[in-house]
């Protein structure tokens, strides 16, 4: 009898592949404009956007944030990341018995504080206890809904006049020929910050987590126009990202390593426990694909605000590749395939 | 240091003040036509009905559903009471390393099952795996949204041209002086299946959980007219979604304990075990205040259906009483208060 392994969970191709053969066939995943079987940030039914996130972190607690921040952030950016306004949230937490009441309510009042600097109200709730041993402390459920922003410029076949789409939403499959690859921060502080909190090897000094709700960022982005796909680089890091984009639009995408941005401590840590930098999540990033015309004034829209300052454009698509491939520092070429196991468990 | 007790986690008072006092104080709770600090089924927001639900039910398999089934349903029941018609639904899946994909798979089949029967298909979801010990096996969180069901005739002020509403919603406070109180079946087969399938005590050939979703019934209950409030008797069983009423709509409620509806072979279950049936939670059953000259024709809507076959007014409201007091066989009267511990542990 075949068992669930730690890697089911990690985002890769390991979960896609329990999840498209074991879970999916069960259930009735044609529905919606983005329907369950797009595997994309959210889903889409009756011009509603919908999307959930369990978050099992481990520590609570980390530099830079809390569970409560990042379960709010994450489905703030989930929802964010299809070209919508996020509109509510809700919020439901299994605690274990025993649990500091201290310290749950030390995590709602980042909940609170996240939920309104996104500007996004928790409108609906649910708590359940159970028993010690049950739970490792705390498991907390954010789902969000929004609607479409009216900053968006797709209509149903054209993005900003510029060429066709296959979707009237950011969906993964909407990458074609040419689209530059913007990343709006440097990449793998949230994993390495998580990491370290919890092994206690001592870069918390230097790396924090990036958690943060992105719905600003993105709406200045919108408002510069172009942008055919987003997703937030979160369990499997860029390189899962960018090989969705991939695998989901038909067409290879190059990137190029001295244009990624990462962090001189991110990379001194992955250096040191052997860990690629493009495999750690993030959680207050998003990449998009960009019209290549509009290419730089995304860029100089996401630069503009503080969460998108150190924002790069890292690459293109390309039908000349096949996959993701990355242009190394010396001149050579690697193929960026999608993490199979989980670098770094309970990030999220 | 204040600690969780299992209390907290019961839908009861214990639950009640932590959340009010320890959680939604953190949180801009105001926010939405039925905001979350109503604490009612599903909030409200730009029209939009909106509910959350993680399920921990032990064990994951039972008499008459299991976790799959038991998520869909509460979900959509959630969504239904509102006066909504659910729309779809996420699920987000919390599972053990080790667990076997066998029993995953035969969930998933029940989930699919389930949304299926109700109308509602799954559009987004999220799979997170957890070390062997971190969770007991498997938690699975279903979120729901749902539009304003077209039979509720509800406008902003008047139920069925009857009288003034407080919501144009079937929130808990809707509730007036001489509404009919009706549920629509027996009350405590969940509970009881659920604690009979745990420890063992053998009832498990007489006594099947009810888990049902319930839009069609609710749907033919609005059919008829005149319904001012709903609720479905999760946690905390009739008892509880009784004093909420009562307390939200500032009215007393009158039952009569010979009209409730209580399975043989729960009462029998119950009376060993030192149980109220009227405090275990059920996941196939609504109760509804609705205005009295519209009560007898919601009970024959709700009779003409198989869910509804059983239902039954059990009293009504009224403010010659305070809270919610029940006329017992014996002819005495019986203060019915919300429990404030769990009878039964983990039933959802």
Redesign the interface.
């Known amino acids: ?10 985002g890769g191709r390991a ?1 896609q592949s ?2 498209r053969e ?2 999916l066939p ?4 044609g ?2 404009e ?3 079987s797009a595997m994309d940030d ?5 011009g ?1 956007v ?7 972190v ?1 520590p609570l607690f980390f530099p830079g944030g809390d569970i409560g921040s990042l379960s709010v952030a994450g489905t703030v950016n989930d929802v964010s990341v299809m070209g919508a306004r996020p ?2 949230l ?13 310290d ?2 030390r995590i ?2 980042s ?3 996240t ?2 600097k996104a500007g996004v ?11 010690r ?4 402390r705390l ?1 907390i ?1 954010t ?1 969000g ?1 929004g ?1 479409r922003s009216e900053e968006l410029d797709h209509d149903l076949a054209i993005v900003g006049n510029h060429r066709p789409m296959a979707s009237r939403w950011l969906e993964d499959r909407n990458v074609a020929d040419g689209d530059a690859i913007i990343v709006s921060g440097s990449v793998g502080d949230h994993g390495v910050a998580i990491l370290s909190a919890r092994e206690g090897y001592g870069f918390e000094g230097d790396v924090r987590s990036d958690v943060a709700p992105l719905n600003g960022i993105i709406r200045e982005a919108l408002k510069a126009g172009g942008i055919a796909a987003m997703k937030d680089p979160t369990r499997g890091g860029l390189a899962n990202a960018l090989n969705e984009f991939a695998e989901k639009s038909h067409v290879g995408i190059e990137i190029t390593e001295e244009a990624i941005p990462i962090k001189q401590a991110v990379r001194g840590a992955c250096g040191m426990l052997g860990l690629d930098p493009l495999e750690i999540g993030n959680e207050g990033k998003a990449v998009m694909a960009v019209v290549p015309q509009m290419a730089e004034e995304v860029l100089a829209a996401l630069r503009r605000t503080p969460e998108g300052k150190d924002a790069a454009i890292i690459g293109k698509a390309s039908r000349a590749v096949r996959g993701v491939v990355m242009r190394t520092r010396v001149g050579g070429r690697r193929i960026i395939e999608p993490p199979v196991g989980d670098p770094v ?2 990030i ?1």
């Open positions: 009898m075949s068992k669930i392994r730690m890697s089911h969970g990690a979960m329990l999840l074991r879970v069960h259930l009735v995943s529905f919606g983005v329907p369950l959210s889903g889409v039914i009756e509603i919908f999307t959930t996130d369990s978050h099992t481990k509109i509510a809700s919020l439901a937490m299994v605690v274990e018995e025993g649990m500091d009441v201290e749950l309510e709602a009042t909940v609170g504080a939920a309104k109200p928790i409108i609906t709730g649910d708590t359940k206890v159970v028993e041993g049950a739970i490792d498991v459920n789902s809904i609607m468990p309970r999220c």
